[in-house]
Structures are given as structure tokens and as C-alpha cells.
């Protein structure tokens, strides 16, 4: 993979997602701007990380970045405004939330939500950009926090587990529990459910 070529700014955000493909809970993201006097040393992609380096980066991020933020679309709007857009809404909330303003934004993926500074896409930029790789952790480990407390309340559907994606045990507990209000009913799978198809 061709290495990153940094556009000419002073401060830039990363910005990535977690969660479009779960039947369940929000779609999280996180914006982070890192400090360049005080570097964090391996950053990847969430994703490729084992879950306690990932929870360590969590912390040390959020300790030596300059700023960073998190946003979210809760269920209802995902239903409402459909998963693309539920999740261009809350990456402009997580760059809204930034205490400092960047003057230019890398988004993970291959579309960038309207925002009022400079933004571009970045294809795989999770594994490529520094400050969206920071973004994919701290996004990554606040939904899993989430699902780890979902899984108390309702222990029967394995949410810790398979964090709401679309498993085959998963969609087995659905059929056999039925759909609780912090499902996406606008998923297929929950739509079958619900008798909706």
C-alpha cells in the first residue's frame, strides 16, 4: 500500500466509525487531532489489534492527544436517515465536539460528511493515517463498552460477544428473543422479525 501523503495543514483530525454493519446500538465515531511532540507509537487499525493493545492505545491516546471526541446516531436515527447518513452525522457531531478546530479533516473510507473545513477521504485509512488509526480505537473500544454493558441487561442475546453484528448465533437469539428497542428496525434482519419483509 502506497504510504500516505499528508495535505499542507497545521492541524488535521482523523475521523473513523465504528458499527455500520451491527443489527444493534449506535453507530459511534471518534475525531482525534494528535500532538506532534508526543508520538504514539503503534497505531494500526483497530481491527488488527488484540483487544488489550487496543485498550492500552485507548488510554494513551486519549492522554496525549491534543483533542479528541466522539459522536454517535443512535438506532432510531440510522432508521430514519439510513446507515450512510446516521454515519455522516455523527462524524460531523465528533468534529463539532473537537475543543480545538482543525484546519483539515481525513475521514476514513471513500465519502466525506459536509463540514466547514477542508476534508478528504481516505481509502484503508485507518491503516495508513496515524490520526484515523487513533480514531478506529477509541470508536472501537467505546461501542464494545457499550455492548459489554447492553450484555447485562439482556445477557441472553451474547451481545459482548459478537458485539450486534449479524452472526449466525446472533440471528439464531433474535429469533428466539425477539427484537428489544435498541435494534436497528430498518435492517433486514430485524425487519423479517418484526414482520416487516
Not at 429469533?175 to 419483509?197: D, M, N, Q, W
Amino acid at each position: 500500500m502506497e504510504p500516505f501523503v499528508y495535505p499542507v495543514a497545521n492541524l488535521i483530525a482523523g475521523v473513523d466509525e465504528v458499527g455500520r454493519g451491527p443489527l444493534v446500538g449506535a453507530v459511534v465515531t471518534a475525531a482525534v487531532i494528535l500532538d506532534p511532540a508526543n508520538p504514539i507509537i503503534g497505531l494500526a487499525d483497530s481491527k488488527k489489534l488484540s483487544e488489550k493493545k487496543r485498550l492500552a492505545l485507548f488510554d494513551e491516546i486519549k492522554e496525549k492527544a491534543l483533542c479528541w471526541s466522539l459522536g454517535r446516531a443512535e438506532p432510531e436515527e440510522i432508521d430514519r436517515l439510513n446507515i450512510l447518513h446516521a454515519t455522516m452525522l455523527a462524524m460531523q457531531r465528533a468534529v463539532n465536539g473537537l475543543s480545538i478546530q482543525p484546519d483539515f479533516v481525513l475521514i476514513d473510507g471513500n465519502r466525506c460528511p459536509t463540514l466547514p473545513m477542508k476534508s478528504l477521504a481516505v481509502v484503508k485509512g485507518d491503516d495508513r493515517v496515524a490520526e484515523i488509526s487513533a480514531a478506529s480505537i477509541l470508536a472501537k473500544v467505546s461501542r464494545d463498552r457499550e455492548m459489554a454493558e447492553l450484555d447485562l441487561l439482556f445477557p441472553q442475546y451474547g451481545f459482548a460477544q459478537h458485539k450486534g453484528y449479524p452472526t449466525a448465533f446472533h440471528l439464531a437469539k433474535l429469533a428466539e428473543f425477539g427484537v428489544i428497542e435498541h435494534y436497528r428496525k430498518s435492517f433486514a434482519p430485524v425487519r423479517r422479525e418484526l414482520g416487516l419483509e
